[in-house]
């Protein structure tokens, strides 16, 4: 009998995929590291393009001897699972450090722009002005 499991999760840098092989009390184990967050159909490309690979390099992987006393899990009940299930789809999608980091470099190049704009804006308002007071002083002098 062997059973496969495919858990992603998020390993404080990056997004990991993680391939457990258990087939006759052995454990073999294969890793992918996504980088960031991946999608629902990013997922369904790796399983169609890379997943073979990964299971091949899972099976070449050292084996590890399971402990066979685990306890059967328990059934779930399912108006449980599926309460469980809609909760879980109600909370929006974990977004990365690493994206939360690219908005706060766009807001704060944002507010920088802006400072330079406001600038670059203010020093021409004033470079007018005073053309427009040198005009007026040569005008009332006669020289215009």
Known sequence: MSRTTFTVFYDGQFWVGLLEVV??????????????EPS?????????????????????SRAVPVDQRQPAPRPVNPKRLARQVAKERAQPAVSTVAQEAI??????????????????????????????RAKAKARHRGKA
């Open 23 to 36: 087939d006759d009390g052995e454990l073999r184990v294969a890793r992918h590291v996504f980088g960031s």
């Open 103 to 132: 908005k706060q470099s766009i807001s704060e190049n944002a507010v920088a722009r802006k400072s330079r704009s406001r600038h670059r804006r203010d020093t021409a308002a004033h470079a007018r002005r005073q053309i427009a």
């Open 40 to 60: 629902g159909p990013e997922l369904y490309e790796f399983s169609l393009r890379d997943y073979g690979a990964l299971s091949a390099r899972a099976h070449r």
